[in-house]
Every structure is written in C-alpha cells, then in structure tokens.
C-alpha cells in the first residue's frame, strides 16, 4: 500500500511523523510532494522517505492525501485528477474549510473521498482526528483509514456539520495550550524561576490534567475543585482568571476560528 502526501507542511509532516514513529507503514512506502526543492530535501533528511516535485507523481498513491493550504487546493486538484489511478483509491483531504460536496465537485461524484481534521499532537502520538467520509466509502475501507490515523494518536468518525467545532476545539486548540503553557511559564519566570524549569513544570501539569480528564472521567469542574482549597492559592488564581475574562476569551477565540472555518 502506497501512501501519498501532496503537501509537507508542519501537518502533514506531523502525519508523516506518527505513521512511521508506529512502525504501521515502512517510510518507503511513503511519497511526499512539496512546491520546493528545499522542503522536499527537508522532509527526505528528515523521514527518508521517497519525495518529488511532481504532485502527478504522487497523485499516483492508493491512499492519496491532500495536505495543502485551502487557497492551493483548486489549483493542486486540476493538475493531479487526470492521473490515472485505481478505483479503490482513497483520496483524505485535510483542508480546513473544503466540504465533501466541494471535494466531490472538484475530484468527481464517484470518487472515494474522506476529509479528516488531525492536529499537529501527531508528531508524538497524541493527535486527535475528526474523520468524515463520503458515501463511496465502504466501512471496511473506512476502517483501514481509521487505523492509519490512529496510529498517531486518536480518531473518530463525526458528522461533517461539526467540523468547523472540531477545527476549534482539535484542529487549532494547540496554538492555544502553547500560548497558555508559555504564558505560565513567563509568571514562574517573574517569581525567579528559570526557563528551562518553568516550561517543565508548566507543560508537564497541563499533560497530567489532561490526562486526569481522560482517565478518570470526572467532570473537569469536579477536578478543578478539588484542588481549590477555601480561602487558598487556587481559589485566588481562579478568581483572578474569572475577573480577567479567561473562560470567555478563550470561547471567544474558538468561535472567531470557527467562523474562520465556515467562510473559507
């Protein structure tokens, strides 16, 4: 089975990461395009994988993804579906904002199309993916894609109407830890601690609250309580994100992204 990326950006290159870090899919049955010979010399040093400038080529793929910027799609699209290929071919776009129906308008109605939403966590196995496919996807291929993607980190099949909430809770949310995370570590660098630490002990909490949320399946609001003593450190800190807004801020963000997603 042949994988093919048209694109190697930061995603698909995350993608690329997690799939051969599982050892699910050898690195050379991989083939990744790029518009330049740089990122192609990059992506090949980095992952030895095959590479090429020609998206033709990789178009080729029997599971073919196309992992390019919204605004190049059309354009990458009409160069590459003339190529032929299998009618098993499975083609996984990640293009935020590019619906089945436009994908099925672009590449044909009978063509086997999933559109998926991952996130850059893939690179160390942690990913999240948002999975929709169209209606010539048979289960069991369905399946095999879902597979792949769990490879690095979780999958799970929705329905497309949620995509623009799964774009801002999934797709974009780790710009937003990054920023919270980095945030906490400026506060511990202003009480004297040093960068080095404070990134360690600001990313480590957030991976471990994470995880409590997961693993135990308490409400998130019965976790927080627990660690907010009356008259305490926590409780004064909440108090002092509450008045600055942070909750809504932070739902104000997802919504301005979602409505990014929606009008692309």
């Given at each position: 089975?042949?994988?093919?990326f048209?694109?190697?950006?930061n995603?698909a290159?995350a993608?690329?990461?997690g ?9 050379r049955e991989i083939?990744?395009s790029?518009?330049t010979?740089?990122?192609?010399d990059?992506?090949s ?7 090429t400038l020609?998206?033709?080529?990789v178009?080729k793929?029997?599971i073919l ?23 098993s071919q499975?083609?996984v776009s990640?293009a935020?904002g590019k619906?089945?129906k436009w ?8 063509k086997?199309i999933?559109r ?5 966590p893939a690179l160390?196995g942690?990913?999240?993916?948002a999975v929709?496919p ?8 369905l399946d ?6 769990e490879s690095?980190g979780k ?12 774009i801002?809770v999934s797709?974009?949310s780790p710009a ?8 906490m570590?400026?506060?511990?660098v ?5 960068r080095?630490?404070?990134y360690?002990?600001?990313?480590q909490?957030?991976l471990g609250?994470?995880k ?6 308490k409400?998130p609001a019965?976790l927080?309580d627990?660690?907010?003593s009356p008259?305490g450190t926590t409780?004064?800190a909440?108090r002092a994100l509450?008045k600055?807004?942070?909750r809504g801020s ?8 979602a409505?990014?997603?929606?009008n692309?």
């Open positions: 089975m042949k994988l093919g048209i694109g190697a950006g995603m290159c993608m690329i990461g799939i051969i870090k599982s050892n699910l899919i050898n690195c083939i990744a790029a518009a010979q740089k990122t192609i990059r992506v040093e980095e992952f030895d994988i095959e590479v020609d998206n033709k080529e178009a793929a029997d993804f196309l992992a390019v910027k919204p605004i190049y799609c059309s354009q990458v699209i009409e160069e590459t579906k003339c190529v032929q290929v299998s009618d499975i083609i990640i935020a619906s089945i994908l099925e308008g672009a590449y044909g109605s009978e086997k999933i998926i939403m991952p996130n850059t160390v942690e990913g999240m993916t929709c169209n209606k010539n996807v048979k289960q069991d291929e095999r894609i879902c597979r792949l993607l690095f999958a799970e099949v929705i329905d497309e109407r949620l995509m623009d909430a799964v801002a797709g974009s937003y830890v990054f920023m919270f995370i980095e945030a570590a400026d506060a511990a202003a009480e004297g601690m040093n080095e630490q404070a360690q002990f600001a990313a909490s957030v609250s994470a409590m949320i997961l693993e135990t399946g409400h019965e927080k627990m660690v907010c008259a409780i004064e909440v509450e600055s807004g942070f932070v739902m104000e963000g997802m919504r301005a992204c409505d990014r997603s929606r692309m």
